[in-house]
């Protein structure tokens, strides 16, 4: 292909995602995946992550086509979320039936989304599977970068990606218990180490969770060094049995944590999405939402577009980035503030936030409102 309308770089959930997207628009979309680097190990684990998609993902996924393709075990509705403080007693809960709405999230096993997605592009005849050669060499009115955090498309544009570590991992495992999950999310606020069990229906249906547990990383690095049945000691130990007895049923990964911003979104034939313009904590399971806004957010803005303004149009890529920036920072800030709270380790300061989550739990038209911002990124 020497032409193509939007060349999308980095084939992750969110480009591909926005490939798709934009090719329902009509228009010819060139989608660059990153090649194995030479020596890289083909054996590499599986990514164990599962991921907690909102309504807003969900109907974007299922517009694609690719929602009601996943295989049933792959995907799990949420009903019921149980959030626990630091404190005895101090817990917030929440439920579908409270919110009225069918469920809260969906757990959706990534590789398997990944394969989907990609299956949906092999169909798509407008879409353009290319090398990095090939990219090099196609034109384009616009270059949409999906990169991730590490995105060299964005430093070579000079975009900066300021970046603040929280010195923690995360370690995500797949988990079968002893007890039925019924739908239901638990997330301990442990200071400093928040962890949650995503109920899921793979390995074992109904009996499954995927485990995010962020900790400081000396901490993490520890539990990834323990042998397998020390670490499920560890993690029975640290939820407390509420969930039944806990064992691994996959490898486990460990991804380190920071929270960033690009300085800018966009510029005259260029955007980004995803992870390549904003980074934020797991703890509220919002990045690939904020990414899949983001890829609903343009192909909005391109379909909405004069027919006289082309797509790489500064002027028009500013609306997406408008549209996407107050979210997205507002994100980031809740995240954030709720880790900082959390790490305090004042007895003050620990009384204030275990109250306050008991308080929240009973003023039932504030927990809407936050359930409510929650479903729809
Ligand atoms: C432990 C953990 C749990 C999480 N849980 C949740 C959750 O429950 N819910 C949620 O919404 N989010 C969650 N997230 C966040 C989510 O993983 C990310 O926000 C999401 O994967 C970002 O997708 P992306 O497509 O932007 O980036 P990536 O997934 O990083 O994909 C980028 C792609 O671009 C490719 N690439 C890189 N450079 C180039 C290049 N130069 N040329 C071509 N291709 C390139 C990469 O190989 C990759 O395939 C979690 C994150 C972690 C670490």
Known sequence: MKHVDVLVRGAGIVGQSLA????RLGLQVGLCAQAPRAGANTDAAPDVRAYALNAASVALLRGLKVWDA?????ATP????HVQGDARGAAI???????????LAWIVDAPVLERELASAIRF?????????????????????????KESAGRAALGVGFERRDYGHSAVAARLVASRAHQGTARQWFRSPDVLALLPFDAPQPTRSYALVWSLPRERARELMALDDAAFAAALNDATGG????LQLASARAEWPLAIAQASAWSGPGWVLLGDAAHLVHPLAGQGLNM??????????VIAAREPWRPLGDERLLRRYRRERILPTWAMGQVTDGLLQLFAQPAPAVRELRNRGLSL??????LKRWLTARALDT
Do not use: I, K
């Not at 996943?70 to 792959?74: C, E, M, N, R, Y």
């Not at 949420?78 to 979320?81: A, L, T």
């Open 360 to 365: 929240v739990n009973r003023l039932t038209p």
């Open 124 to 148: 798509s005849p407008h879409v353009h599977p290319m090398s990095a050669e090939q990219a090099q060499r196609v034109r384009c009115e616009l270059t949409a970068l999906c990169e991730g």
């Open 291 to 300: 990414g899949l806004a983001d890829v609903a957010a343009l192909t909005r």
């Open 78 to 81: 949420v009903y019921d979320m």
């Open 242 to 245: 509420e969930a039944g007895e």
């Open 70 to 74: 996943l295989p049933a075990q792959a």
């Open 93 to 103: 809960d929440f439920s579908a039936w409270e919110q009225q709405v069918g469920e």
């Open 20 to 23: 798709l997207s934009l090719a």
